[in-house]
């Protein structure tokens, strides 16, 4: 369950190494078990849906959404008819970057799912690729969809004083130099390709939201540290 390198739209790691990683930290980080009932927001091609099919065989299930068709199309022809537990939905959400003519707004957008119906949300490099107001609101809807106790797991670029001296010194593979309205991109010309925040903004937005984040937070090596959990920094919170 490999898609063609042609249909590929998420980056540039290796599809089966990338997936198996965030199996491993959902696991051993997030508190993911094999009969939860999880959300994966902005699931792309399938890259972490793949090797938790082999996980969530204890009475759990998996929804994913994302906002490019070819990507959720090839999931629903790849992996629902293997693993039935395994759900895709097209949510046509406009992105300039992936979705540029969809429909609904990302700051205005309800996740077509029940209050409290699941026990982990994860959204693996999808924050980095989303506008403030928008994150904010798939926060709240991320708290909203949760059950009370459950943990949600995201990855993103956080801006504090350690990756910020980090960009100075030209260590980051990510130059984030370009300031926009609350929050900072590598290209002010495509500013959705590449977005980081203020990590003191996240606390709060977070906990405005109805997430607490558990501490300490996961740095990640994209600006140049020595040590870290992964690439992307990784914000693990859970609902009270
Ligand atoms: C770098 S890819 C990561 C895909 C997937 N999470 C993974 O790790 O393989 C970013 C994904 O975010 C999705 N995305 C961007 N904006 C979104 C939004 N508003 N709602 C849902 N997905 C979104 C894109 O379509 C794309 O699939």
Known sequence: MVP??????????????????FRRLFT??????????????????????VPLTGYLTGG?????????????EWCQANITPRHPNFHFLHSDVRNRFYNPDGVYEASSYRFPYDDASFD????????????????????REIARVLKAGGSSFVTMFLLNEESKRLIEKRSSTQNFVCPLEGCVTTDPTNPEGSLAFEESYVRSMFGRCGLAILEPMHPGSWCGR?????????VIATKA
Do not use: W
Not at 4 to 21: H, S, W
Not at 30 to 46: F, Q, S, T, Y
Not at 60 to 72: A, P, Q, S
Not at 226 to 234: A, G, H, I, M, R
């Open 4 to 21: 063609p390198r042609t249909m590929y739209f998420v980056g540039d790691g290796d599809y089966k190494a990338v997936g198996l990683e």
């Open 28 to 49: 051993e980080y997030g508190g993911l078990k094999p009969e939860h009932h999880v959300l994966d927001v902005g699931c792309g091609i399938g890259r972490m849906a």
């Open 60 to 72: 759990g299930d998996y929804h994913g959404f994302d906002i490019v068709k070819k990507g959720v």
């Open 120 to 139: 982990f949300v994860f959204l693996t490099s999808v924050f980095t690729h989303m506008f403030p107001a928008d994150m904010e609101n798939y926060t």
């Open 226 to 234: 020595p040590e870290f959990l992964s690439y992307q920094d990784v």
